[in-house]
């Protein structure tokens, strides 16, 4: 879970406003990527995941045998 999901699922701590602003200068994330995170939007590593073509036990399977085929 990346930083401004974490900071959403925390509950706002006292004496911090229950605002994107205060809570992005809290956390130290950007605001624009807590009000994304806040409607819907993923982040690039989640969206990057979601396009892989192998699964990462394919992938490591192929570099496995490309490393072996170049050992000979």
């Known amino acids: 879970m990346d930083r401004a999901s974490q900071a959403l699922a925390q509950s706002v701590p006292h004496g911090v406003r229950n605002t994107y602003r205060a809570l992005a200068e809290h956390h130290d994330v950007a605001r624009s990527t807590l009000h994304a995170r806040a409607h ?5 590593e989640e969206k990057a995941q979601s396009q892989q073509y192998l699964t990462p036990c ?3 399977a192929v570099v496995n045998f ?3 085929c170049y050992q000979y």
């Open 40 to 44: 819907g939007r993923r982040s690039n």
């Open 66 to 68: 490309v490393q072996w």
């Open 58 to 60: 394919e992938e490591k």
